[in-house]
């Protein structure tokens, strides 16, 4: 028995099963979700690559698994990134039973994962870009809407991570394969150059995010909101994996900069265009580009401080993204669509839904008593101390941000009419009561609640600045 | 759809050259299936032919001699940095640059996926010449395959009907 074969293969097995397996649907969700569940406990507790005894039966888990002469590999130190992705899938096809997306919902979102997976571990790495590259090819089913033609985001979409691939694998070349002098100079900085833009189509760092806040508009916000999730995340743990394995990265002081640069360009125009939006699924969209935007920068700071809030940040982030995703879905089910206009008196109509989505962009903004408060506080405070020029732009940044989210709640509460409330289901609104709770949980006692998600830097021993 | 049926008959003849003559074949295939995959989803319709106005051809043909030129300046630098023949190096770049253009210049589902498979096929001219391993030619057959089913899927998508 190998690592990979427990969390890469045999989810793809699952989710080749469900796809060729007609009907079933509330089954296929149950079982994708339990079966998640299972896998993120199983990273949880099982040792990988000690023996375990049970009775008289023994058994070890091999970290490594070879295809085609290139190895995946799963260790120790990789099981908290595992329970995360697999608590992650089990929270999104959970909720599908609720906000009933495609059929499909189920078996491409543990395949992508799956595969996400498979690109964190190969070995090796520099073919992690083509594994994403297949799980967003994956993913493009579940944005299309039978008998509605795909629009711009979605095409957006792919062209810009699909362009990503070949930098990254260049680069990789460039770096580690190309048995070149890799004290030139000029090779270094092609390559720096070469791997930053392949993960700023990967990432969608401005300019490349304009597909974003489009496909936050045309496709259901459940599905959106799980691409959100899981993809920039994920890619982010394949950057630190790029980070952790070349020392020419990890020293450069040029490749940090530029990542803490892009950071403060994304949350500095996320912001902007935010506070114009008139569509709450553009901000949705708007305040993934800012999330992302603080993770690059915390990166990009090149300092224990920055790491921790990099962790710590996951948590709420993925917790906030289902919360508005959750709420969008119900209040577009319920009202038919999601203009502005229609979501008036929200409160009074859906209310766990309104809540659910006020609540995750105030703690996305950074509201004192909810899950991001501390951590951005932590962040932007330690920052300070180094140089204050900058966070001029990520103070307008989150300023237009939260006049966005501001006019979203006065039209949420504004005029009281003639409204009738809309019932929610009972299953969603316990899912909302407790993704609401965990945020005020996490922004009381950020510690306490966060300080495992540390781990997922085992994962990369060579970072330890 | 023929000239790329020609590309990816060029792309196998410059890789066999670097490639094993069985993983060479890989990529011609690939190529060829993902074009059938591509035409299937046309449905036996004629392809919608936007109507360019004479400037709009005038201002296409500049775009495309500007890329060659600036293929053909920065080629031998490109070809000194990463050790490659200057032939590779033009191949790549001018497939990379045209595969652009298409990609700048449409908003159709099929053209942007033909441009997407003309920009890789321009990288896979570069990347068969550095790495041979059979991993990454499987990868790289089933993306380009898998772009255009996906293509296939967004085209068709207005014409399908919901199962469940």
């Given at each position: 028995m190998t690592a990979p074969t427990i969390w890469i293969i045999s989810p793809l097995l699952l989710a080749i099963s469900f796809f060729l397996i007609r009907g079933r649907q509330v089954l296929k969700f149950y079982l994708g979700a339990f079966f998640s569940l299972f896998l993120a406990f199983l990273a949880m507790v099982i040792p990988v690559g000690e023996v375990m005894t049970f009775g008289s039966l023994t058994v070890q888990v091999n970290p490594s698994l070879g295809i085609l002469?290139?190895?995946?590999?799963?260790?120790?130190?990789?099981?908290?990134?595992?329970?995360l992705s697999y608590g992650m899938g089990f929270?999104?096809?959970?909720?599908?039973?609720?906000s009933k997306p495609r059929s499909s919902f189920v078996s491409i979102a543990l395949a992508v994962l799956a595969i996400l997976v498979a690109a964190i571990s190969v070995n090796p790495f520099l073919f992690s870009a083509l594994l994403i590259e297949v799980a967003i090819l994956i993913s493009i089913p579940l944005m299309g809407s039978p008998g509605i033609p795909a629009g711009q985001g979605v095409q957006r979409y792919l062209v810009f991570q699909t362009l990503g691939m070949p930098f990254i694998l260049l680069a990789g070349w460039a770096l580690g394969g190309s048995g070149a002098n890799i004290g030139d100079p000029n090779l270094i900085i092609s390559a720096a150059f070469l791997l930053g833009l392949?993960?700023?189509?990967l990432l969608a760092v401005f300019p490349f995010y304009t597909w974003i806040p489009l496909v936050a508009d045309e496709i259901n916000p459940y599905v959106s909101g799980f691409i959100f999730a899981a993809l920039p995340v994920m890619i982010l743990f394949i950057l630190l994996d790029f980070i952790n394995g070349l020392a020419v990265i990890r020293d450069s002081d040029l490749f940090f900069s530029a990542l803490q640069f892009c950071g403060v360009l994304m949350i500095a125009t996320g912001g902007i265009w935010a506070a114009f939006q008139n569509i709450i699924t553009r901000l949705f969209g708007y305040a993934v580009i800012i999330e992302t935007g603080f993770l690059l920068f915390a990166l990009g700071m090149k300092n224990q401080v920055g790491l921790e809030y990099f962790t710590f940040a996951i948590l709420p982030r993925m917790i906030e993204i289902g919360l508005i995703a959750l709420g969008l879905s119900f209040v577009k089910k319920s009202l038919g669509n999601l203009e502005t206009q229609d979501l008036t008196s929200l409160f009074r109509r859906t209310p766990f839904?309104?809540?659910?989505?006020?609540?995750?962009?105030?703690?996305?903004?950074?509201?004192?008593?909810?899950?991001?408060?501390?951590?951005?506080?932590?962040?932007?405070?330690?920052?300070?101390?180094?140089e204050s020029g900058i966070l001029t732009w990520i103070f307008i940044g989150m300023l237009g941000f939260l006049v966005a989210v501001f006019r979203f709640l006065a039209v949420f509460i504004g005029h009281p009419g003639n409204y009738e409330k809309v019932p929610e289901p009972q299953l969603g609104k316990a899912m909302i009561l407790?993704?609401?709770?965990?945020?005020?949980?996490?922004?009381?006692?950020?510690?306490?609640?966060?300080?495992?998600?540390?781990?997922?830097?085992?994962?990369?021993?060579?970072?330890?600045? | 759809m023929a000239s790329l049926a020609v590309l990816y008959l060029g792309l196998f003849l410059l890789v066999i050259n670097y490639w094993s003559f069985g993983l060479s074949a890989v990529k011609l295939v690939a190529g060829w299936m993902a074009l059938a995959i591509l035409a299937a989803s046309q449905g036996g319709e004629i392809i919608n032919r936007t109507q360019l106005n004479r400037q709009g051809v005038i201002f296409r043909i500049i775009a495309a001699v500007v890329i060659w030129i600036l293929v053909f300046l920065i080629a031998p630098s490109v070809s000194f940095l990463i050790a490659q023949p200057l032939p590779v190096t033009w191949s790549g770049l001018i497939l990379i640059g045209m595969g652009l253009l298409q990609l700048g210049m449409t908003t159709q589902t099929l053209k942007v996926i033909i441009g997407l498979l003309t920009v890789l096929a321009g990288f896979e001219v570069f990347?068969?010449?550095?790495?041979?391993?059979?991993?990454?030619?499987?990868?790289?057959?089933?993306?380009?395959?898998?772009?255009?089913?996906?293509?296939?899927?967004?085209?068709?998508?207005?014409?399908?009907?919901?199962?469940?």
């Open positions: 002469g290139r190895q995946f590999i799963l260790d120790q130190g990789d099981k908290t990134i595992l329970a929270f999104w096809i959970f909720g599908g039973l609720v392949g993960f700023a189509f839904s309104a809540g659910a989505i006020i609540a995750a962009f105030f703690s996305m903004a950074g509201i004192p008593l909810l899950a991001e408060f501390s951590i951005k506080f932590g962040l932007l405070r330690s920052y300070s101390a180094q407790i993704g609401v709770v965990s945020l005020l949980c996490i922004g009381l006692f950020p510690r306490f609640f966060l300080q495992g998600m540390v781990q997922i830097l085992n994962a990369f021993p060579m970072i330890n600045w | 990347y068969a010449t550095v790495e041979n391993s059979v991993l990454v030619a499987g990868l790289l057959a089933m993306i380009t395959i898998g772009l255009a089913a996906v293509g296939a899927y967004l085209i068709t998508l207005p014409s399908l009907e919901e199962s469940v």
